[in-house]
């Protein structure tokens, strides 16, 4: 490569992150390199499932079948709600992004490198300067911050812009708009030999069917077979729901929890859950969920740097579209920065419409999410739509909600949006 039209710096070698490089290494006149902080690209996750709108785009970049081959299934289900689900707790499906880039040509993620902060003068001649925990330094003329949940470039972002505004209360409303709240649920997840369920109820619909057992206590486990019907994936949600969007107190965020902290909250339920529960022999990982705040951030760029997927917008996780909006974030964010009018003179702009075009969208998914999960969990009472309705009506009338605000999954596509955006970028561009 001659003298980069545009040198990228990529923060964050989650699937955001990666399918963003790749996007941007298809490119001769663009320059990428990935920091990731881990010491090796294996992270823990959870089974995640790919719905039609973000499936499209891993097939336009050839994606599609790496993950099916490597790590992934088609679980089964309608037509609409037909799913891919990934194992993302070993190292396999980054492998085969990261081979994937390799194959084109592109980076392969810097580990043990992580962003500690950056300067940027927001000029097109100097460069926007990284500094790394371990003392090291880089510079770059965009940096992407796909640094997931705890964003530094979203903190840093929201510094920027408070330090440069005079009024005490906005500033204040910036840092704080970067801050996590507590959804209200903490959740357990376990990954179970299908073979073991099976012993104890060969009928069970889990082996068949990816399910949703709920019950009025809000309280729900949803399950679904992943490993080509090898493996269930069960996810078990717990309710806090008085803390929703509050502080979480009590320790760490993240670890090992025990079947006792929640196989009393499903005590009489019906057999399978009970079947279900009693496959269970190892240590669940336990997760308090946290999410960025549901009034969204206030934007997701500041000079030359920008964010994308949970470090814009950490989602509930009932829908399973929190990867595939980081997914559509990178398409579009790359759609852009690709186009050969953007510039370092004009990346701002590209940045800005970027902007306006996800992040009303992703305020809506977020807020969709958060609904789903209180229908989910049969915490309907109060919502609009339910009142006086007998229970047996209330819990039909959740089901046809989901299902309804779930369509958008598998009915739209965001091409769509790629084309709206170029055109806005246009627009913007001749302005
Ligand atoms: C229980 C559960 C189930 C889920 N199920 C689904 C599902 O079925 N479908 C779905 O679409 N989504 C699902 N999600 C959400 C999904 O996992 C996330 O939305 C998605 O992984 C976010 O990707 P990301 O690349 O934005 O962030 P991440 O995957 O978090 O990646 C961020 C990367 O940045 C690195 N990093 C962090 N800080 C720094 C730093 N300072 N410097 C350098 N590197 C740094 C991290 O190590 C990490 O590798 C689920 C989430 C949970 C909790």
Same mark, same amino acid.
Request: overall charge negative.
């Given at each position: 490569? %001659?003298?980069?039209?545009?040198?990228?710096?990529?923060?964050?070698? #989650?699937?955001?992150?990666?399918?963003?490089?790749?996007?941007?290494?298809?490119?001769?006149?663009?320059?990428?390199?990935?920091?990731?902080?881990?010491?090796?690209?294996?992270?823990?996750?959870?089974?995640?499932?790919?719905?039609?709108?973000?499936?499209?785009?891993?097939?336009?970049?050839?994606?599609?079948?790496?993950?099916?081959?490597?790590?992934?299934?088609?679980?089964? #289900? +309608?037509? %609409? *709600?037909?799913?891919?689900?990934?194992?993302?707790?070993?190292?396999?499906?980054? *492998?085969?992004?990261?081979?994937?880039?390799?194959?084109?040509?592109?980076?392969?993620?810097?580990?043990?490198?992580?962003?500690?902060?950056?300067?940027?003068?927001? !000029?097109?001649?100097?460069?926007?300067?990284?500094?790394? @925990?371990?003392?090291?330094?880089? *510079?770059?003329?965009?940096?992407? #911050?796909?640094?997931?949940?705890?964003?530094?470039?979203? &903190?840093?972002?929201?510094?920027?812009?408070?330090?440069?505004?005079?009024?005490?209360?906005?500033?204040?409303?910036?840092?704080?708009?970067?801050?996590?709240?507590? +959804? #209200?649920?903490?959740?357990?997840?376990?990954?179970?030999?299908?073979?073991?369920?099976?012993?104890?109820?060969?009928?069970? +619909?889990?082996?068949?069917?990816?399910?949703?057992?709920?019950?009025?206590?809000?309280?729900?486990?949803?399950?679904?077979?992943?490993?080509?019907?090898?493996?269930?994936?069960?996810?078990?949600? !717990? +309710?806090?729901?008085?803390?929703?969007?509050? =502080?979480?107190?009590?320790?760490?965020?993240?670890?090992?929890?025990?079947?006792?902290?929640?196989?009393?909250?499903? =005590?009489?339920?019906?057999?399978?859950?009970?079947?279900?529960?009693?496959?269970?022999?190892?240590?669940?990982?336990?997760?308090?969920?946290?999410?960025?705040?549901?009034?969204?951030?206030?934007?997701? *760029?500041?000079?030359?740097?920008?964010?994308?997927?949970?470090?814009?917008?950490?989602?509930?996780?009932?829908?399973?579209?929190?990867?595939?909006?980081?997914?559509?974030?990178?398409?579009?964010?790359?759609?852009? &920065?690709?186009?050969?009018?953007?510039?370092?003179? !004009?990346?701002?702009?590209?940045?800005?419409?970027?902007?306006?075009?996800?992040?009303?969208?992703?305020?809506?998914?977020?807020?969709?999410?958060?609904?789903?999960?209180?229908?989910?969990?049969?915490?309907?009472?109060?919502?609009?739509?339910?009142?006086?309705?007998? @229970? @047996?009506?209330?819990?039909?009338?959740?089901?046809?909600?989901?299902?309804?605000?779930? @369509?958008?999954?598998?009915?739209?596509?965001?091409?769509?949006?790629?084309?709206?955006?170029?055109? =806005?970028? =246009?627009?913007?561009?001749?302005?």
């Amino acid at each position: 490569m %001659g003298h980069p039209r545009l040198r990228v710096a990529i923060v964050g070698a #989650g699937i955001g992150g990666l399918v963003t490089a790749l996007c941007l290494s298809k490119h001769d006149d663009i320059e990428v390199t990935v920091y990731e902080s881990a010491h090796r690209l294996a992270e823990l996750g959870a089974g995640i499932g790919f719905w039609p709108r973000s499936r499209e785009i891993l097939k336009a970049l050839d994606l599609e079948d790496t993950l099916l081959e490597t790590a992934g299934t088609t679980a089964p #289900g +309608s037509e %609409g *709600t037909n799913y891919v689900c990934r194992k993302s707790d070993k190292p396999e499906g980054h *492998t085969a992004l990261v081979e994937r880039l390799k194959l084109i040509g592109g980076p392969t993620p810097i580990c043990s490198k992580r962003l500690v902060s950056y300067t940027d003068t927001n !000029t097109a001649d100097a460069p926007v300067q990284l500094a790394f @925990e371990d003392g090291t330094e880089a *510079t770059c003329d965009l940096l992407i #911050g796909a640094d997931g949940i705890k964003s530094r470039v979203r &903190v840093a972002i929201m510094e920027r812009l408070a330090e440069e505004t005079n009024d005490a209360a906005e500033a204040q409303m910036l840092r704080e708009s970067a801050k996590l709240v507590w +959804s #209200g649920y903490i959740v357990y997840r376990c990954i179970l030999p299908a073979e073991k369920l099976r012993q104890r109820d060969s009928e069970h +619909s889990l082996l068949s069917s990816p399910m949703v057992y709920t019950g009025s206590n809000n309280n729900c486990i949803i399950g679904y077979t992943i490993q080509g019907g090898e493996k269930i994936n069960v996810v078990v949600w !717990t +309710s806090h729901l008085a803390h929703e969007n509050g =502080q979480y107190d009590d320790g760490e965020w993240m670890g090992k929890g025990r079947k006792s902290d929640f196989e009393y909250l499903f =005590q009489g339920w019906e057999p399978e859950v009970q079947a279900l529960l009693d496959s269970f022999d190892e240590d669940p990982l336990r997760w308090v969920i946290h999410v960025t705040k549901p009034a969204g951030l206030p934007t997701y *760029t500041h000079g030359r740097a920008v964010i994308i997927g949970d470090a814009a917008h950490t989602m509930l996780a009932f829908r399973r579209s929190g990867a595939g909006q980081a997914i559509e974030d990178a398409w579009i964010l790359s759609n852009l &920065v690709s186009d050969s009018k953007v510039t370092r003179e !004009t990346l701002p702009a590209g940045l800005r419409v970027y902007d306006a075009v996800r992040r009303p969208f992703d305020i809506d998914a977020q807020e969709l999410a958060r609904v789903d999960g209180h229908l989910m969990v049969l915490n309907y009472k109060g919502m609009p739509g339910f009142k006086d309705l007998y @229970e @047996e009506m209330a819990i039909a009338r959740c089901g046809e909600t989901i299902q309804r605000d779930w @369509e958008w999954l598998w009915t739209t596509s965001a091409e769509g949006m790629v084309q709206a955006s170029l055109k =806005q970028l =246009q627009e913007e561009l001749r302005a």
